[in-house]
């Protein structure tokens, strides 16, 4: 069966530069969610997105934006990168609202040097 | 103070044994609770999910418990193996149409042979 695909797997940044994170949710999922966890941390919530659209905003940095593209996939950028974040960015993609079947993806690893 | 809070934090045990880890959790109320694996550098994966009115859940090797009274939750493996060694979180989903997720700070596990 499809999972959450994210790209790049691994990636590595040197200080202020720009990094741009790729997640394409299950098909016919609806609502995407980003997920930042340092090292030895719990993850936390950045940023979701239900049909295209915002729907929460968590912990996520001025420096970085995001969005859902009409296919439905979704891009996280980061700008003026700092070495804290250096961390596992994940998504997660949900279509089924009344259970919140979340599907998460395996990651990408972004070192900022 | 965590709204989920997990123990032990860490533990160790041998390769065919049984354990149990905790999660408490002050959320309330919440839409459902999940148990998920985490290994390093990956993306969470399900393993449980129980909405407020079950009492428990079993995949496999894998049984939940939840007692909503108490606020509390268990994950018994049994028969643990090597791969079992892993990071298991407590997460409950927020109510309402945004379905974020409250992450537990997790118990790392590590089954030795």
């Known amino acids: 069966a499809a999972g959450v695909i994210q790209s790049p797997r691994h990636l590595i940044k040197e200080k202020r530069e720009t990094a741009t994170l790729k997640c394409y949710p299950i098909?016919?999922?609806?609502?995407v969610y980003w997920y930042q966890q340092g090292p030895g941390q719990d993850p936390q919530f950045l940023i979701s997105f239900y049909e295209k659209m915002q729907s929460d905003k968590g912990s996520i940095p001025d420096r970085f934006s995001a969005q859902q593209f009409s296919d439905y996939h979704s891009e996280l950028n980061m700008s003026s990168l700092e070495l804290g974040d250096s961390a596992l960015y994940f998504c997660?993609?949900?279509?089924?609202?009344?259970?919140?079947?979340?599907?998460f993806g395996s990651g990408t690893r972004l070192t900022v040097v | 103070k965590n709204q989920v809070e997990q123990s032990p934090q860490s533990l160790i045990i041998l390769e065919g044994k049984n354990c149990t880890l905790q999660?408490?959790?002050?959320?309330?109320?919440?839409?459902?609770l999940r148990w998920y694996k985490q290994d390093t550098g990956r993306g969470p994966v399900s393993l449980t999910i129980m909405t407020f009115s079950e009492n428990t859940k079993s995949n496999g090797r894998y049984t939940a418990t939840l007692d909503a009274d108490t606020k509390q939750s268990s994950l018994h493996i049994t028969a643990s193996q090597l791969s079992d060694s892993a990071s298991y979180i407590c997460v409950v989903t927020v109510p309402g149409n945004t379905g974020k997720l409250i992450f537990g700070q997790g118990t790392t596990l590590q089954v030795k042979p």
């Open positions: 997660a993609s949900s279509g089924d609202r009344a259970n919140y079947g979340y599907t």
């Open positions: 098909p016919r999922h609806d609502t």
């Open positions: 999660c408490n959790y002050t959320v309330s109320p919440f839409s459902n």
